[in-house]
């Protein structure tokens, strides 16, 4: 689809109004001026003479919709965020009366519609005036702000220090290892078989990061909230390669006792033993995630997870009988050839083995995926069933007493919905709020892990990621090592 936007002059609209016209339609161009080639073409007209308002007014076709904002003599910066939100707000209305599709997140194209909440009632604003505002200037319906403002209750309630952790880190590891790739992954995970050259030298560089990153922390006396091993798949290496791991980790870090959360993925069944299961146990170490994805064979062939379905059963009633005692359960909505039959099969499945947390993600069609790059091999449900689905699941968690305590968004996600985490009362994942919310600094250790370090005092978040390859890694993990280190001692000196 390819659109004109007429009236619109600076091409920092160009995003923003890109990021909402793919709401609606696939594969759109945007142009700003004049196309004789467009098949829709909207029309703005601005008033912005230097003053307090700025006024906008959009014709589409025989549509039109008109909206001010007060820029209150707000710097520049702060003057075209609001002036962007006019324009958007204009275009979405537009979109949505020409188009017939209403768009429950609004003009919000972000990932984190929580972080927006909480920065606005932190700062003492009445909670129904917030939500006038979450309504009435980024259009986000009634049904989202009551989902957004039960997760920030939630997230209180579990973190009731959430605003004061900037002083704390955690700690993410990421292992970039899986026993295949699936589909529509683009995480850095590489297939194990055969690259145990590989797996050597990767975790040598590991050990030399928790080392040094340790004793940085324990010299400045910097406490740990969480840790969290991701990937990858942790569990594809050795069971004696994680014990050795975690007895690094353990010897490294400051106050291990005193860590809130120690997390490991576990995610594709067929890396689950009992003899890893043991290392777990060893350490401590209880919260794990076994993510069927789906409990339909032939959807589990077609995106490349090579475990069976009974696998995934089995190795949770393993993990549970040898002391798991909080798992995490991962479902998608809208993977290849499921409907809403499919998907009602695999809550009945999940009803049966009622895992303490379970996130529930809805298909997003990554750039750099494989399913992304061959979509016409992938045949997935249209907006109408997706949306039912996620219905579906809200009401399944609900009845089963399961809480919604974060979620985040991402680009070309089917339905322009959400991926939501829902956990049973106490079995909330401290490191899910930390992450999504940036209320602290994550260090990342590994290959592909993103460091998010976010200044204790004015939020301000600066990133810097390990190279995704392992060669690359391993050839530079010391100066990696060093350069966050830089990067600390620059945050937390200020």
């Known amino acids: 689809m390819k659109i004109a936007i007429k009236g619109l002059h600076d091409d920092r609209y160009q995003r923003p109004l890109s990021l909402i016209a793919d709401l609606f339609f696939e594969e759109t161009e945007l142009v700003l001026g004049e196309s004789a080639s467009s098949e829709l073409e909207v029309s703005f007209t601005v008033e912005d003479n230097g003053g307090s308002i700025f006024r906008v007014h959009g014709v589409l076709g025989e549509l039109t919709c008109s909206h001010e904002k007060d820029l209150g003599g707000s710097d520049e910066k702060e003057s075209f965020r609001r002036k962007k939100q006019a324009v958007s707000y204009v275009y979405l209305t537009l979109l949505q009366e020409h188009t017939g599709i209403i768009q429950k997140w609004g003009i919000l194209t972000g990932i984190r519609p929580t972080k927006l909440l909480h920065s606005k009632l932190q700062k003492g604003e009445p909670q129904e005036k917030v939500h006038n505002q979450l309504r009435e200037d980024y259009l986000i319906t009634d049904e989202k702000i009551e ?10 309630d579990v973190v009731p220090d959430l605003h004061d952790l900037g002083h704390e880190v955690s700690i993410y590891i990421g292992i970039p290892f899986c026993p295949t790739k699936c589909a529509y992954c683009t995480f850095p995970a590489y297939a194990i078989n055969g690259k145990q050259g590989k797996v050597d030298s990767f975790l040598g560089g590991l050990h030399h990061e928790i080392d040094a990153i340790g004793a940085w922390l324990k010299e400045k006396g910097i406490k740990i909230t969480t840790v969290y091993y991701g990937g990858g798949t942790p569990t ?8 050795m791991l975690y007895e690094q980790m353990y010897a490294s ?13 576990a995610g594709r069944p067929d890396t689950i033993t009992p003899q890893k299961l043991e290392v777990l146990k060893k350490w401590n170490i209880d919260r794990i995630s076994i993510n069927p994805q789906s409990y339909t064979q032939e959807t589990l062939k077609a995106i490349g997870r090579h475990h069976t379905v009974e696998e995934t059963i089995d190795k949770f009633h393993l993990a549970r009988e040898m002391g798991m005692n909080n798992i995490n359960m991962d479902l ?14 695999t809550l009945e499945e999940t009803e049966k083995l009622m895992p303490e947390s379970l996130t529930v993600h809805t298909l997003s069609f990554k750039r750099a995926s494989e399913m ?18 996620m219905d579906m699941a809200t009401e399944w968690t609900t009845t089963h007493n399961y809480v919604p305590y974060y979620l985040y968004r991402q680009k070309n996600i089917l339905g322009n919905l959400e991926n939501v985490g829902y956990a049973l009362p106490g079995q909330d994942s401290i490191y899910n709020i930390m992450i999504m919310e940036e209320k602290q600094t994550i260090i990342g250790l590994g290959c592909g892990a993103s460091s998010k370090f976010v200044h204790p005092e004015t939020g301000k ?3 810097f990621a390990n190279p995704k390859d392992p060669k690359s890694y391993n050839d530079g993990f010391e100066h990696y090592t060093d350069e966050k280190i830089r990067m600390l001692e620059e945050l937390f000196s200020k």
């Open 147 to 156: 989902l957004m403002q039960q997760i920030v209750d939630r997230q209180l």
């Open 236 to 243: 594809s290496i050795t069971a004696e390669e994680m014990d």
């Open 253 to 265: 870090f400051p106050d291990m006792e005193k860590v809130r959360e120690v997390t490991v993925e």
């Open 332 to 345: 998608i909505i809208g993977l290849p050839g499921e409907g809403v039959e499919e998907f009602a099969h």
């Open 372 to 389: 992304t790059q061959n979509k016409n091999r992938y045949k997935v449900a249209d907006r109408h069933e997706i949306g039912k689905m």
């Open 461 to 463: 978040i600066t990133r």
